[in-house]
């Protein structure tokens, strides 16, 4: 059962897995994006506020694959929310992606504090997908009811909203209603590796059930909670710098979960959240320059 691309609510099409660059280093980011590429990645995720865009964009560059058969996804800060303010970001994240189109611009976060700016940036990036600018526009960490204000108030449904989601994590209320309205779900830190570094109880990686269906099909606990994303129709962008990890985290069409192991995973929901609560984010203790390209 092969799931290779995921078809967006205006019918662009999404490879399913990429590469997650969240906390990579500029310095290594290029030679991660090159590996990828090389291990048949299409489509890699990053962010202004992550500070390594142009490196993405070498990456890509130094590969030698064609532009046009890479999807590239990154998203606007809140410290460039407001209508003017956003079109200068995507200009700015173009710029040091060194493209002239981006295939996924997403709102990082919901601004909750001060919604107007979010509406604002929200319509700047209908603006910038009716001049084809980007192929597609999505939020992320977009809770139900921030959701549906931004439903209420905007024209463009999001194509995809990406939220924190793995097998401790699920969100599944949240899942639903983007469901409800054509969404994709697509999961930041798939495998759980918040769970590791982000001060959980307990690690995905070590997790009994995950790891006896490893043990059942041949693979790792991280390959298995990738499947069980792919499964269900969720996109995934798992991160990672070394090769053979990377390399890895793309192999996973080649088995198929039975519907008694994607219970078992559904099963292991904590409702713990590693991540800050969106509503925590603001101007004022997250809000940050992003610098010219």
């Known amino acids: 059962m092969s799931i290779n691309t995921i078809t967006l609510n205006n019918g662009v099409e999404m490879p399913a897995i990429g590469l997650g660059v969240f906390q990579t280093p500029?310095?290594?980011?290029?030679?991660?994006?090159?590996?990828?590429?090389?291990a048949g990645y299409r489509h890699i995720d990053t962010a202004a506020a992550y500070g390594n865009e142009a490196e993405v964009g070498a990456g890509i560059r130094a590969s030698g694959v064609p532009r046009d058969e890479i999807f590239i996804e990154t998203k606007l800060w809140i410290s460039d929310y407001g209508y003017d303010s956003a079109l200068h970001g995507f200009e700015k994240s173009a710029a040091k992606l060194g493209v002239d189109t981006i295939d996924l611009l997403l709102l990082h976060q919901p601004l909750t504090s001060q919604f107007d700016l979010t509406l604002d940036?929200?319509?700047?990036?209908?603006?910038?997908l009716a001049d084809g600018r980007v192929r597609a526009i999505g939020v992320s960490n977009f809770m139900p009811?921030?959701?549906?204000?931004?439903?209420?108030?905007?024209?463009?449904?999001?194509?995809v909203n990406q939220i924190e989601l793995h097998p401790y994590f699920q969100q599944k209320q949240l899942q639903?209603?983007?469901?409800?309205?054509?969404?994709?779900?697509?999961?930041?830190?798939p495998i759980g590796g918040i769970t590791s570094y982000?001060?959980?109880?307990?690690?995905?990686?070590?997790?009994?059930?995950?790891?006896g269906i490893a043990g059942e099909h041949g693979k790792s606990a991280a390959q298995v909670?990738?499947?069980?994303?792919?499964?269900?129709?969720?996109?995934?962008?798992?991160?990672?710098?070394k090769a053979e990890r990377i390399a890895e985290n793309f192999d996973v069409f080649d088995f198929e979960l039975s519907d008694e192991q994607l219970a078992s995973i559904d099963a292991l929901d904590t409702g713990e959240r590693g991540g800050p609560d969106p509503d925590s984010i603001t101007l004022a203790n997250y809000g940050m320059p992003i610098p010219e390209a």
């Open 121 to 128: 940036a929200y319509r700047a990036m209908e603006k910038l």
């Open 26 to 38: 500029p310095d290594v980011t290029s030679s991660a994006v090159e590996e990828a590429l090389r």
């Open 176 to 189: 639903a209603v983007d469901t409800q309205h054509g969404i994709v779900t697509q999961a930041w830190s």
């Open 145 to 159: 009811e921030v959701l549906e204000r931004l439903l209420a108030e905007t024209t463009v449904v999001p194509a």
């Open 198 to 211: 982000g001060g959980g109880t307990k690690s995905a990686f070590e997790d009994e059930t995950l790891l």
């Open 225 to 241: 909670m990738l499947r069980w994303h792919l499964q269900n129709g969720r996109s995934v962008i798992p991160k990672s710098t």
